[in-house]
């Protein structure tokens, strides 16, 4: 998959900004966030072949892009979700 396009960073961005006022209206800008939302793109984009790799055969083959997908957003809300 390719990187998000111009507007879906920055409609990113924008819902994170609506979510987390208190850290946009203290210390970060939104070129700030806005470029934490970039560089996060990125960096899903250039590690997906490593992570996929590290997925064990059975479920590498077996699950859709999709579902990896889902796995993975599990996986890295419970690890730094709210409370994390």
Do not use: C, H
Request: hydrophobic share 45%.
């Amino acid at each position: 998959m390719a990187v998000l396009s111009d507007s879906d960073r920055a409609a990113v961005a924008l819902q994170w900004m609506r979510e987390n006022r208190d850290v946009v209206n203290g210390t970060l800008t939104k070129a700030d966030v806005r470029a934490a939302v970039n560089a996060m793109d990125t960096w899903a984009n250039d590690n997906a072949s490593a992570l996929n790799t590290a997925i064990p055969t059975p479920a590498r083959t077996v699950l859709t892009s999709s579902q990896k997908n889902a796995m993975f957003s599990m996986v890295t809300e419970k690890r730094y979700g709210a409370g994390a």
